[in-house]
């Protein structure tokens, strides 16, 4: 064991690995079109002061979903201010994200996050696809 490997297991233990706080334990979640979809992510501290989720397309940039303190209601952002469309839900430690009547433009990859100071600490992402018949105009 040399003194960087120590160095390295120190950093680890002071600044926690991402991948061990925040567990989505679906790499990929299948919807059908027009059906409810629940993507589950968890935070095992919850110290923590603001919880999020992201949504990236493929080939796109992560956009901004909601904000929760883990105290008063989720905030949804722009486009995702639709009670219709997306709803959260908070038990002790599990933050999972539904997507009402999945549409085609809900199939991307969905970040939990938690931000806690200035450190954004992601999960390893869900991806949903929706399956189902396209209309064809
Ligand atoms: C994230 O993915 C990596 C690589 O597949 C895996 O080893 C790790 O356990 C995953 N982390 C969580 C929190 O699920
Ligand atoms: C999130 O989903 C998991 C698995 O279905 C469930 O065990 C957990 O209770 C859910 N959490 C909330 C807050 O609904």
Redesign the pocket.
Known sequence: MNRLFLLNVLFCIAYEIPAQLIVQPRLSVTAQLGESV?L?CSISRTQHSTFTWFKQVIGQPPVYMLKYDGKSKPIFLDEFNDKSHFKM???QS???LTILKAENPDMAVYYCAALSGSHVLFGNGTTLLIKGKLKVN
Request: charged fraction near 0%; hydrophobic fraction near 25%; glycine fraction near 0%.
């Open positions: 629940t589950q839900q908070n038990i599990s933050f999972n």
